[in-house]
């Protein structure tokens, strides 16, 4: 399988925590995507990072990604109630619209009061 | 941003009979769409591309006359499942990418899923 593997499989913090997760994947991309699924919805994309970058923010959250290691990080901070869902990062292997994602296994994060 | 209509978001089905779902790309172009299948719990698994006005391209492992593919326009992509079974259960997701550099803010483009019982 060419499925990424992430860590951990669940992260449960209470409010205003930060939630950090990992990624691992195993050929060579384009870019890495995360989404966030909240149960039994689609996928909502968060955010972009491409091969030749390193570091990438919007608003709460901050990516890296270290291609050398084949692995990216998704800093949530701040986290909120309305955070608590499944993340995912996707990665592409070529730049054009037929290009497949190969999602990772996933996240479950767990935000408390 | 893009949007993409999958319909229906729920079905069910006795065994035996065929379900058609449907992905339409609502405000943008599609020449390929993307089927893919979600166990409770897991990840979601690429199960085809699909191309418009060419034949879709399976993934090793799954049955191209059990999950029949038609992408007849560059709005539509339909997936069949045909002579369902309980282990056909899953919830399937389509997605799409809109040409142009927009989806590098946006990603890719998911329909909101249909959740298939098999009974």
């Known amino acids: 399988s060419q499925q990424g593997e992430e860590d951990p499989q669940a992260l449960s913090i209470q409010e205003g925590e930060n939630a950090t997760m990992n990624c691992s994947y195993k050929?060579?991309?384009?870019?890495l995507q995360w989404y966030r699924q909240n149960s039994g919805r689609g996928l909502v994309h968060l955010i972009l990072?491409?091969?030749?970058?390193r570091e990438k923010h919007s608003g709460r959250l901050r990516v890296t990604l270290d291609t050398s290691k084949k692995s990216s990080s998704l800093l949530i901070t701040a986290s909120r109630a309305a955070d608590t869902a499944s993340y995912f990062c996707?990665?592409?292997?070529?730049?054009?619209?037929?290009?497949?994602?190969?999602f990772g296994t996933g996240t479950r994060l767990q935000v408390t009061l | 941003g893009a949007v993409v209509s999958q319909h229906p978001s729920w079905v069910i089905c006795k065994s035996g009979t065929s379900v058609k779902i449907e992905c339409r790309s609502l405000?943008?172009?599609?020449?390929?769409m993307f089927w893919y299948r979600q166990f409770p719990k897991q990840s979601l698994m690429l199960m085809a591309t699909?191309?418009?006005?060419?034949?879709?391209?399976?993934e090793q492992g799954v049955e191209k006359d059990k999950f029949l593919i038609n992408h007849a326009s560059l709005t539509l992509s339909t997936l069949t499942v045909t002579s369902a079974h309980p282990e056909d259960s899953s919830f399937y997701i389509c997605?799409?990418?809109?040409?142009?550099?927009?989806?590098?803010?946006?990603?890719?483009?998911f329909g909101s899923g249909t959740r298939l019982t098999v009974v």
């Open positions: 699909s191309n418009e006005g060419s034949k879709a391209t399976y």
């Open positions: 997605s799409a990418r809109p040409l142009g550099e927009a989806w590098v803010h946006y990603g890719y483009t």
């Open positions: 405000d943008f172009q599609a020449t390929t």
């Open positions: 990072i491409r091969s030749n970058e």
């Open positions: 050929t060579s991309i384009n870019n």
């Open positions: 996707a990665t592409a292997a070529g730049p054009g619209t037929a290009s497949k994602l190969t």
